[in-house]
T-cell receptor
């Protein structure tokens, strides 16, 4: 079974600085997606970024970028120029690209709580 | 505006009662999902549906039931058989194409509390 591990329960960053959140996963599949979701105090899950496993190029979305290391099964999120609105829980998630594997379920890590200091 | 709506935002249940959580989407997505979130935990899958009139159990389906009579709607019933239903419930949907999966988008959630 696939697992997702976030080893940092809490992180803190100064406003305007850069922070990296770690995520590792375990799978025997070769075709899958990885995601970072943000959950602010409102508790709605908001997609931050998505990475397809077959793409070697790391995904970027404005101030958010990932470091995807497929062989190491590592998927870290870098937030540049941190803003107060970035404060939230961040969840790393895995999903098989095909319903034949793990039924296409999203598998979540336990999350990292990010605080941003003004 | 396209999106996923969940109602109510807060729900209180007495012991022994069944309650139904609503989830509606106007994104024309094929697949819909229900997740449960407990404090300090990630999300766990309760049920999912890839197509109208069909749904599958997830990892923690016991004590829950669903229906999928319309593409836009996927209500979740928390039955009295669910021993610890107090949690935050999130509905999600995604475009699916055959056997290929895609990104899931989430609604705002429902907080259920057992009195």
């Amino acid at each position: 079974a696939q697992t997702v591990t976030q080893s940092q329960p809490e992180m803190s960053v100064q406003e305007a600085e850069t922070v990296t959140l770690s995520c590792t996963y375990d799978t025997s599949e070769s075709d899958y997606y990885l995601f970072w979701y943000k959950q602010p105090p409102s508790r709605q899950m908001i997609l931050v970024i998505r990475q397809e496993a077959y793409k070697q190029q790391n995904a970027t979305e404005n101030r958010f970028s990932v470091n995807f290391q497929k062989a190491a099964k590592s998927f870290s999120l870098k937030i540049s120029d941190s803003q107060l609105g970035d404060a939230a829980m961040y969840f790393c998630a895995y999903r098989s690209a095909w319903y034949g594997g793990s039924q296409g379920n999203l598998i979540f890590g336990k999350g990292t709580k990010l605080s941003v200091k003004p | 505006d396209g999106g996923i709506t969940q109602s109510p935002k807060y729900l209180f249940r007495k012991e022994g009662q069944n309650v139904t959580l609503s989830c509606e989407q106007n994104l024309n997505h094929d697949a819909m999902y229900w997740y449960r979130q407990d404090p300090g935990q990630g999300l766990r899958l309760i049920y999912y549906s890839q197509i109208v009139n069909d749904f599958q159990k997830g990892d923690i389906a016991e004590g829950y039931s669903v229906s999928r009579e319309k593409k836009e709607s996927f209500p979740l019933t928390v039955t009295s058989a669910q021993k610890n239903p107090t949690a935050f419930y999130l509905c999600a949907s995604s475009i699916e194409s055959g056997f290929q999966t895609d990104t899931q988008y989430f609604g705002p959630g429902t907080r259920l509390t057992v009195l």
